[in-house]
């Protein structure tokens, strides 16, 4: 359990490491990876689970597809630059260097 608040069910899994995420990724065949949630300059970007490992660190990369959900997301802790404004940089980053950026009600799963 995460908290009394956030359960995962019977077939969701929690991820702790980035061997754990491999493994759960080639189990499953995925070949899409949706982030959302958590901060897109710490915990997305350089976690155990973030993306830069899939983005070009790993050299064992998976063919997969990573889509940042931008108003499911946010960045702070600049010295420089307001919340808001480096959460905008930070997307802006994403698109150039590491996946593709969505807005959560353009996501359809059919």
Known sequence: DITIHLKPKENE???ASYEELRYVIWRHNLKLLIYMGGATNECMLHR???????????TKQFPITIVVLE???SAGGSLVLSDS?????MIEYYKQKL???S????????
């Open 71 to 73: 108003d499911c997301s």
């Open 13 to 15: 899994y929690v991820i």
């Open 85 to 89: 404004l480096f959460s905008i940089a």
């Open 99 to 101: 996946s593709f950026v």
């Open 103 to 110: 807005s959560s009600t353009d996501i359809i799963f059919e």
């Open 48 to 58: 155990d689970t973030g993306i830069n490992r899939f983005a070009g660190i790993d």
